[in-house]
Nanobody
Framework: QVQLVESGGGLVQAGGSLRLACVASGRTFSSHVMGWFRQAPGKEREFVAYISRNGGSTYYADSVKGRFTISRDNAKNTVYLQMNSLKPEDTAVYCC????????????????WGQGTQVTVSS
């Protein structure tokens, strides 16, 4: 059974930083692409960042490009999201997602999702 557990969310002032982590279990982590998504109140879930199986390829939503960095440590079954220069509009629940074993981008789907961690950015 696959389990994804996020941590690292919290309340931060605009301009601040947070580092989210997502620990995966139940799959060979290194065989799967990973993604971060977010959902703000009253809005649809949106893509934030993607990382390939070996971490060699990353993609970002335009709204976070240059401020957020996705990375992974396959030895620790963990994917990270470093968020810098945070803005109030970054406030959302952030979820990680495990995708298929593929080299395609974008991946055709994400199969498993974490429960999410709340990020709140005050102005």
């Amino acid at each position: 059974q696959v389990q994804l557990v996020e941590s690292g969310g919290g309340l931060v002032q605009a301009g601040g930083s947070l580092r989210l982590a997502c620990v995966a279990s139940g799959r060979t982590f290194s065989s799967h692409v990973m993604g971060w998504f977010r959902q703000a109140p009253g809005k649809e879930r949106e893509f934030v960042a993607y990382i390939s199986r070996n971490g060699g390829s990353t993609y970002y939503a335009d709204s976070v490009k240059g401020r957020f960095t996705i990375s992974r440590d396959n030895a620790k079954n963990t994917v990270y999201l470093q968020m810098n220069s945070l803005k109030p509009e970054d406030t959302a629940v952030y979820c990680c997602a495990l995708g298929p074993s593929t080299s395609l981008y974008p991946p055709p789907r994400y199969d498993y999702w974490g429960q999410g961690t709340q990020v709140t950015v005050s102005s």
